[in-house]
């Protein structure tokens, strides 16, 4: 992708219904109100859902635009993102759920393991953290991890960095590049991408990805971190375990059913005539609410009854679900408000015009944009939300492809060198038992080229796209 696109912008951009703001005051609107959410967030420890809001208002007073339209704007967006990505979301936490309490995560785990050598283990690992990431937000794949990694650590004898870093790497990938995540779908639903395009590339993006950042680098990583896993879970792993379990084949079909319902919409759109009576079901089936609420059902069947669950185990799995997710849910409504306070202050498209004349690759800047605030916040969602709202003017004129590579631009950049004000960090740092200099060298560096290397490959699938 070159910048000769941006020529196709500008009349798009012109036409924008935006405030006649001056750049002189819409810049420091922008610097100071993201500036805002920064500090709240990593220096007053507020909560990200309050720290967006306040930042939102700030952009609009230093602006100069009438409270009572920031309010609008606020939420407006706030309710369009919860409607468009909240209901996802929560049907995303459902399966996960259902995959965790059914023993089909350890199902998965538990075949692909046993199958593999000392040699492979480490490859294994990463499908695990790839698999077990497609349907589970980050930090729940992560408690689920843990007690895999330590067990099969253990087990091996080898070092828990080089069994552990390339499972986190499959997680960390699928949480920033594959919908049905938190952030990609803020990011595709605030640039109007294709889910489906958008899940092909991010599979395809992510594959060689987990590769150089999760076993490839844990051969290094695991000479400078070689610590042995914790006894943390050794007495009562036993105990955790299912008496009976739902197949592998089974889990895997239910985990796999969202992902080929939507690949399914996208290769119909691509392939079948508009109006075509098969592209009018697969697009219903694909619909991201559709799939998700179809995996939930089939989850149930094929996860709960598979694992001799009652409809009372059931009800109450389900129900457990949402009580976590009620935080992430506000605060990529409120990113969603902030978005549309940036986008109707005329904020992105000062960018737009700013990107057109520095010359720079509109992916590049994207993943530029979404490193600095995850620098700055520690948090992908928050990084994938503010950089999806800053350039959501520039997706307009780009085509249906080149929107899906924008996402994933971000979410590359949303995942770069996490440290210390992320909670990741302290996770990975407080259950493998490592210093804070460990961490870095190993889960911060793991990160930093997982954000590189899908910088890189979204680069080069955008020159064939």
Request: charged residues 10%.
């Amino acid at each position: 992708m070159t910048t000769d696109l941006f020529s196709l912008l500008h009349p798009a951009l012109a036409a924008a219904d935006t405030p006649d703001i001056p750049a002189s005051r819409l810049v420091p609107a922008a610097l100071v109100g993201i500036a805002v959410i920064v500090v709240l967030i990593t220096r007053f420890k507020l909560h990200p859902f309050l720290g967006l809001t306040l930042g939102s208002l700030t952009v609009g007073a230093i602006a100069g635009v009438p409270m009572s339209d920031v309010l609008d704007s606020f939420t407006k967006g706030f309710g369009s993102t919860a409607a468009g990505v909240g209901t996802l979301i929560a049907l995303g936490a459902m399966f996960g759920k259902l995959l965790a309490d059914s023993g089909g995560a350890d199902e998965i785990v538990d075949t692909i393991v046993g199958r593999s050598s000392a040699r492979t283990l480490p490859w294994a690992m990463a499908g695990v953290g790839a698999i077990i990431g497609l349907p589970m937000f980050f930090e729940i794949g992560l408690v689920l991890l843990m007690p895999v990694i330590f067990l099969v650590a253990r087990r091996s004898g080898l070092s828990v960095i080089k069994v552990g870093i390339p499972a986190l790497a499959g997680l960390s990938a699928m949480h920033g590049l594959v919908p049905p995540h938190p952030g990609p779908l803020v990011a595709i639903d605030a640039l109007k991408a294709n889910l489906g395009i958008t899940l092909a590339f991010g599979v395809l993006v992510a594959l060689p990805t987990i590769a150089i950042a999760g076993p490839l680098f844990a051969r290094v990583a695991g000479r400078w971190v070689d610590v042995p896993a914790p006894e943390l879970y050794a007495a009562d792993e036993q105990a955790q375990a299912r008496v009976r379990r739902p197949s592998f084949g089974v889990t895997l079909f239910a985990v796999l059913t969202p992902v080929v319902l939507m690949m399914g919409k996208a290769l119909a759109d691509i392939f079948a005539a508009e109006g075509n009576p098969v592209r009018v079901v697969l697009d219903f089936l694909g619909t991201p609410l559709i799939a998700l609420l179809i995996a939930v059902v089939v989850g149930m069947f094929t996860l709960g009854r598979g694992a001799g669950m009652g409809s009372k185990e059931l009800a109450t799995s389900l129900e457990r679900s949402l009580p976590p997710i009620a935080g992430i849910l506000l605060i990529v409504a409120a990113g969603g408000g902030f978005k549309q306070t940036l986008v109707d202050t005329g904020i992105g498209t000062l960018v737009a015009d700013w990107v057109k004349s520095s010359g720079l690759s509109v992916l590049l800047l994207a993943w530029i944009v979404a490193v600095l605030i995850r620098l700055a916040t520690g948090s992908a969602t928050v990084a994938t939300v503010t950089a999806s709202g800053i350039l959501a003017p520039l997706a307009s004129g780009m085509s249906t492809s080149e929107v899906s590579l924008l996402v994933l631009a971000i979410g590359a950049g949303s995942v770069f060198f996490s440290h210390v004000n992320d909670a990741g960090f302290w996770l990975v740092k407080e259950y493998f038992g490592l210093s804070v200099g460990q961490t870095i060298k190993s889960w911060s560096l793991m990160e930093t080229l997982l954000s590189v290397s899908g910088l890189v490959f979204v680069l080069l699938l955008g020159l064939v796209v």
